[in-house]
């Protein structure tokens, strides 16, 4: 074999191993390739699956986050009214320690704002009493004349009247009698026994006081149709003040 022959032959075998190891590298590149995309896919099927636990693990931390707020603030508003309370007691053990004439009303406000924390809002409002002067007696004014009972009926007996009566008939009551026992410090004194019939001023008569306890009366006859109707009598001093009034009827 010539030299130009071994140098074909040796040709053509470079040939054939570079053509297998180009076939070779060709195989392993697919293989990567296919191995990288096979992650890839792997990859994007875990990533939305990491996303929904992990924000569902977010969620019930940030739930057991707010409990344990939840859980929290009452004891925490327990504690602030408790020293609101002994703000309150200690204000107003201080205040009447300082001066008895000063008066204070306090407020406490206990509030929690949106980050959760709770304020204390103190209130003061505070004024002076002035000092209470002594109650000076009220002078009453006395009565000098008053009655102590009143009546009307048809017949006396030793001063007294017999029984109330406040209907009468013309012509079976011979009468009606307004009677009246009258205490008086002012001596002598006069009262009137002013009659009303039907709302008109009938008759006026005038009756003397003598002594301390007086009983006394008048009288009107029952004798025509033109006495029927509502009768009322004011028992009136001189100055003109009513002590009292009765009321009666007569009927025909």
């Known amino acids: 074999m010539d030299k130009y ?8 075998f470079l040939k054939k191993v570079d053509a297998i190891r180009n076939k070779n590298i060709r195989v392993k590149q697919k293989k990567h390739l296919f191995r ?14 990491y996303f929904v636990f992990d924000s569902g693990d977010g969620n019930r931390g940030v739930n057991k986050k707010t409990a344990g ?10 504690s602030q ?22 008066g204070s009303m306090t407020i406490s406000v206990l509030h929690s704002n949106k980050d959760g924390k709770v304020e204390d809002r103190y209130k003061k409002n ?8 002594p109650a000076q007696p009220v002078k009453k004014r006395e009565k000098n004349i008053y009655v102590v009972e009143s009546a009307v009926c048809k017949r006396l007996k030793g001063r ?12 079976q009551d011979r009468c009606s009698i307004v009677w009246t ?21 009938y008759c006026e008569i005038p009756l003397a006081i003598k002594y301390p306890r007086t009983r006394t009366w008048s009288k009107i006859t029952l004798k025509n149709e033109q006495q029927v109707g509502s009768w009322q009598v004011d028992v ?3 100055s003109g003040r009513i002590l009292t009034h009765m009321a009666f009827d007569v009927k025909s």
């Open 5 to 12: 022959t071994i140098n074909k032959r040796d040709a053509e």
């Open 236 to 238: 009136i001093e001189e």
């Open 69 to 78: 707020i939840n859980m929290a603030m009452p004891a925490q508003s327990a």
């Open 160 to 171: 007294n009247p017999v029984g109330n009566q406040d209907v009468f008939y013309v012509g």
């Open 36 to 49: 990288l995309l096979f992650c890839v896919v792997i990859i994007c099927c875990l990533v939305p699956v």
């Open 126 to 133: 505070s004024r002076k009493v002035s000092p209470s002067l």
């Open 181 to 201: 026992e009258i205490r008086s410090k002012k001596l002598p004194a006069l009262l009137k026994h002013v009659y009303y019939l039907n709302g008109e001023k």
């Open 81 to 102: 009214k408790s020293s609101a309370v002994s703000l309150d007691e200690l204000s107003e053990k201080n205040l009447s320690q300082s001066d008895p004439q000063i």
